[in-house]
Nanobody, 125 residues
């Protein structure tokens, strides 16, 4: 059974850090790109970051550049999103997704094959 399970969300003060994990099972992560997305209440889903299947290519949305870092370990079947300098506007449900391709898209798309159920991140004083 294919699964992506996010964890690591929670409540953090502005300026704080969280590290999200995305654990994959039921498929060979090695052949897939992984994207992190988020959706806040009443807002559209946003692409946050993406890592290529090799781990060499990465993409970050402008609003998280220099604050978030995506990384992967295929042996551990895990992709992480390290989030530093969190802001209240980062509050959202964060999802990871996997798609069978080599490189992250040049233009944002949401056409990923597998999705997790999300983890809540709340940034508040």
């Amino acid at each position: 059974q294919v699964q992506l399970v996010e964890s690591g969300g929670g409540l953090v003060q502005p300026g704080g850090s969280l590290k999200l994990s995305c654990l994959a099972s039921g498929f060979d992560l090695h052949y897939y790109i992984i994207g992190w997305f988020r959706q806040a209440p009443g807002k559209e889903r946003e692409a946050v970051a993406c890592v290529s299947k090799s781990g060499v290519g990465v993409f970050y949305a402008d609003f998280v550049k220099d604050r978030f870092t995506i990384s992967r370990n295929d042996v551990a079947k895990t992709v992480w999103l390290q989030m530093n300098g969190l802001k209240p506007e980062d509050t959202a449900v964060y999802y990871c997704a996997a798609d069978f391709r080599a490189w992250c898209p040049d233009e944002i798309d949401f056409d990923y094959e597998y999705w997790g159920k999300g983890t809540q991140v709340t940034v508040s004083p």
